[in-house]
């Protein structure tokens, strides 16, 4: 087994912590290892449904050799703790500032708590989040470096597996306890603690756990396992009942996406073999559509097919994850590359219980075609070759003769479908390999590639495992192959940052993960300048007249606004609607990590069209979806996972013939379940079915929520198919949509507008 590198340890440790001030300087006088219990570790599992059972080991204090008679060593240990509003629940021993205690040796920086190994100050865990008697994780810190202080000879003896690093000089490792007597008493090791599992509990879920709160109906969590261990962590899972999703591997270990109950949080933090608890997230594309922002992109080097000093991208390749690119439009046509013309998954779930499932079932996901229209139009601000201009007459404050050519109008882009709506189980890891195996592999290329990613985790701000994979992707993007295959990534840094309209104010720490991380590029937006100053009704006022007859009547009138104007009156501005930083603000020192990188025009941006897109008419918007070639063999169930956004109102579900199919298709039931894989209980019709807010069990739609649709068959033979989904969303008023449309219309067939820091990311990429 191929072991991981040290920089793929310091990675997941950063999750751990997410701290981003690392430094030590020397040693400090040797401090006491404080003593453990050893009390014998329940014989089985308990179920997640089961009261939890009392925990033995206590983390009540760190030990060390006490200068107490120096006022500057004891004063931070007497004073009282001080309030922590915007991280309420992270513990601490030590009333010492971050930005101090950052830099010393005898600090521990986790994300959920801040040690100093010389204090005596009670750490406060609560009794049901702290470690279990006999666990195999523990946090050391040694006095120098910790390859010098535990030697390649020592861990091999004592069977201790580093797993990550953690500032200041510890590491997390995995050790039998049966060996803490012999690393307590080694020379330079100033101390060994428990690690508990109120320290691997993301931010995002501390206080449900804290509080023993319940978690949401049909909440989904990803649980990452230590390396190797990934078989027996599944094993227990199972053996707890719960529904393991999903399972993928990553450089810091196996990773499962699990279906739990509402009670079932802290025991999946309770059990020794997972590393690390967070929300499970979709994806969702940086694209403002919803606050009806669009435009054209007006720097001078558009105006003709030029670039400055002839740099075209041409000989580049620049990967796009996105919905797909229209591989058909003329300004980008043989340019477009995918590993097939249309890509195959294999189901995501057969893989994990192929004895019970045992059919072929395969999601046609073309990297070719682009349903939803977001995927080409990045392609375009990226390399469109702008052929098409000159069909483009009327574009409002654009200069006569205007060029909609990329940024590179001669580079190849490599294309990789990801589907937030019918594929969001796929991992970050999948997504990086691709890529990097098609560059370094299949071209035999051996230049970083660029990618364009022009999503987010929109729930998400958090440093997690998807920011830290990507970290890694950066030095590594195929971490299992020899040598390094490094790339370059480029994020879209979200659309949350609800800012004023002059460029100011905000949401401060709403950058969207992945592109919290650290060594990705993550890109803001900003206006672009067309003084647009369409009228929109906003609303509507009554006004009272009197009529000839003396009769008094109300009169609806319409409120005129602007609307497109405060976005394009400028060219430095940031946009409102643009995340913005800083990132771990009171995590990663006081004042955080600067993000956004950069900033490009991300309003109004004018850029290819997909042939699928369609302008929205009214104030609904239907997301359409198909999956080809589907088969389930008699007596089986086979499950489908679907994002169903906040603002949807109706979801829609079809089983349709398949074109490919030898025999006729016999009506086939369907079975709907909120975050878990559906049962025979939760049939919900036939061929076809409707879920909304409104109706009962299993029919009522939760909207924010993974649904899995699972498809059976009755018959006597193999059934193949094709899966349908329709989701409604409600949109902006239709006037909006009116005047977007005589916009769009002008720029028809080949273009339209669209804005977000979608359309920021690929003018940096």
């Known amino acids: 087994m191929m072991r991981l590198s040290g920089r793929l340890r310091a990675g997941l440790g950063m999750v751990i912590l997410g701290l981003g001030l690392w430094y030590w300087h020397g040693t400090r006088p040797s401090v006491t290892v404080p003593s453990q219990e050893d009390a014998q570790a329940a014989s089985s599992l308990r179920s997640l449904t089961q009261q ?21 060593v004891v004063a931070p240990f007497l004073e009282n703790l001080p ?36 204090s005596k100050r009670k750490l406060g865990i609560p009794e049901h989040l702290q470690a279990p008697a006999r666990t195999h994780a523990f946090l050391v810190q040694t006095e120098t470096d910790f390859d010098r202080v535990i030697t390649a000879e020592i861990m091999e003896t004592f069977g201790l597996v580093k797993v990550s690093y953690i500032p200041n000089q510890t590491w997390l490792v995995r050790l039998h306890p049966d060996q803490l007597p012999q690393l307590r008493n080694l020379a330079g090791v100033r101390a060994v603690i428990p690690y508990a599992p109120y320290f691997k509990i993301s931010e995002a879920l501390l206080e449900q756990a804290a509080d023993q709160l319940d978690l949401d109906r049909g909440t989904m969590l990803r649980l990452t396992s230590y390396p190797g261990e990934g078989t027996q962590t599944r094993s227990a899972l199972v053996s707890m009942g719960v529904d393991v999703l999903h399972q993928s591997t990553s450089p810091f270990g196996e990773q499962f996406v699990v279906g739990v109950p509402p009670q079932g949080l802290v025991p999946l933090a309770q059990l020794d073999l997972v590393q690390w608890v967070e929300p ?17 992109d007006l720097e001078t080097t558009n105006e003709t097919n030029q670039n400055h000093h002839g740099l075209s991208g041409e000989g580049m390749w620049v990967n796009v994850n996105d919905t797909g690119i229209d591989s058909s439009h003329p300004d980008l046509g043989t340019r477009v590359y995918s590993d097939d013309f249309s890509r195959f998954f294999p189901d995501s779930f057969s893989s994990l219980e192929n004895e019970d499932r ?79 195996t098609f560059n370094y592999i299949t071209r035999g290329r051996t230049n970083a590639m660029i990618s364009n990613n022009s999503w987010n985790y929109p729930d998400s701000q958090e440093y997690g495992l998807s920011a830290a994979s990507f970290d890694a992707a950066v030095r590594d993007a195929l971490p299992f192959e020899e040598g390094d295959q490094p790339m370059v990534y480029v994020f879209s ?56 007859v003396g009769v008094a009547e109300t009169n609806q009138i319409p409120i005129l606004e602007k609307a497109f104007l405060p976005e394009t009156d ?28 950069v900033v490009a025009p991300g309003t109004f941006i004018v850029s290819t069209r997909s042939k699928h897109w369609e302008n929205p008419e009214n104030d609904q918007e239907v997301t359409f ?20 956004p906040m603002e949807a109102v109706e979801m829609r579900v079809r089983i349709r013939p398949n074109a490919d199919a030898p025999l006729a298709l016999p009506d086939l039931p369907i079975y709907v379940a909120l975050g878990r894989f559906p049962t025979a209980e939760d049939l919900a019709g036939s061929n076809e079915v409707i879920l909304d807010p409104e109706s009962e069990e299993p029919l009522k739609l939760y909207p924010g929520n993974i649904y899995f649709i699972s498809v059976g068959n009755d018959s006597s033979s193999t059934a193949v198919f094709d899966l349908e989904t329709e989701i409604v969303t409600e949109e902006e ?33």
């Open 280 to 296: 499970f997230e979709h994806r969702a594309f940086a694209n403002d559509l919803t606050r009806v922002l669009v435009g054209v």
């Open 83 to 118: 309030e922590d509003p915007d991280h309420p629940h992270r513990l601490r021993n030590t009333s010492t500032r971050l930005n101090v205690l950052s830099r010393l040796d005898e600090a521990i920086l986790l994300n959920n708590a801040l040690l100093d190994t010389r």
């Open 733 to 765: 008023k239709e006037d909006y949509f009116k005047q977007l449309g005589e916009m769009n219309d002008g720029l028809a067939p080949h273009y339209r507008m669209e804005s977000g820091t979608s359309m920021a990311a690929p003018v940096v990429s």
């Open 52 to 72: 939890p059972s009392t925990l033995l080991t206590r983390l009540d204090e760190v030990s060390r050799h006490a200068t107490e008679s120096h006022a500057e």
């Open 570 to 597: 400028s060219s430095t501005e940031v946009a409102a609607f643009s995340s913005r930083g800083n990132v771990g603000v009171g995590v990663e020192g006081e004042g955080g990590r600067f993000k956004p990188d």
């Open 625 to 644: 979806a198909r999956r080809e070639g589907l088969s389930v063999n008699p007596g089986e169930l086979i499950p489908n996972a679907f994002f169903v």
């Open 493 to 548: 840094a979200g659309n949350d940052g609800n800012g004023q309209f002059n460029g100011r104010g905000g949401a401060s720490g709403s950058i969207l993960a992945p592109a919290t991380a650290k060594n990705v590029i993550t890109v803001g937006a900003i206006e672009s300048l067309r003084y647009l100053t369409n009228e929109v009704i906003t609303g509507y006022m009554d006004q009272v007249t009197t009529n000839d």
């Open 358 to 436: 045992g059919s072929d079932s395969r999601t046609v996901l073309s990297a070719h075609r682009d349903l939803l229209g977001h995927g080409t139009h990045v392609a375009g601000i990226i390399a469109s070759s702008g052929e098409n201009s000159p069909t483009v007459t009327n574009v409002i404050n654009s200069a006569t003769n205007a060029n909609f050519h990329g940024m590179a109008p001669k580079a190849r882009i490599y294309s990789l479908a990801i589907d937030p709506l019918a594929g969001p189980l796929e991992s970050d890891e999948v997504i990086q390999s691709d890529a990097a």
